[in-house]
């Protein structure tokens, strides 16, 4: 989970309609009801917002070939990082994220290129129009991939985080309520904070000053004017990733937009 460096001034859904024409942006919120996750069989360029599950340790058997598909600029960002958990997570997630986007423009995974768009937004670079989001809690990825712009987040929820100095900081005061009164405040937080984040990449304005005033309730609303870096209507949909994992996803919304598809990813992506 990010934290702003300043204080800011498939399964079946639960989803209230979108709204009729209103000026301005409309962003929506709701929550998936309980629903599986299929197995990744075959890769196509989604017309709805696909996600991808998968877990960092089912492919390390597979580092040293992960390795050898990555850029030396991926290498170097990864070695970064001080923990050897947190290495493996980001070259294992970036491996794998080479082989689904090739799966998908049937290109060899080893020649995909990545660009940097609005704000350090990763895109793919060849081909264009293919849209991606990956966030991580622990050992468990998801990868949202899209023909529009979109945003994922996942957190693991500790029920015993210390959630209270971040409210007035990352929420309004409806939201803040929301949490304090819900039967495990701790859940309504990460719940809320994952809808602001996926909708913060989808938008590529990242944890700005604004991030508190990005609406994370469940409905429909209107942020004020300079709040979202887009005129787009959003869905924010959140889903349980895994056991007290929450996530949500953000992506354009459209009338006639088909729910978000949810696929579990194996050792057969390698094949």
Sequence with gaps: MLLPET???????ITPPLPGPRHGSTITCCTLAAGGWNPAAEFCVPRTPHVYRF???????HFPYLASLLAPGEIRRGQQYFREADRQQHLVARAVLRLVLGKITR?????????????????????????FSVSYAGSLVLLAVHGSSVG???EAADPEFAYQ??????????????????????????????????LAKATAQGIDQHFARLPALDGAHEPGPGVLASE???RVISFPAAAHCPASLAYPASPAGQPPLFYDLNEHLLD
């Design 7 to 13: 204080p800011p001034s498939g399964p079946a859904v």
């Design 55 to 61: 877990s960092v340790a089912q492919f390390l058997p």
């Design 107 to 131: 290109v060899s995974p080893r020649t995909i290129s990545f660009a940097t768009g609005l704000h350090h937004k990763p895109l793919l670079a060849e081909p264009a129009g293919l849209h």
């Design 152 to 154: 994922i987040d996942v």
């Design 165 to 198: 100095p971040l409210l007035s900081q990352c929420f309004s005061s409806a939201e803040s309520r929301h949490i304090t009164e819900a039967t495990c405040p701790a859940t309504a937080f990460f719940q809320l904070w994952t809808r602001k984040e996926a």
């Design 232 to 234: 787009q209507s959003w």
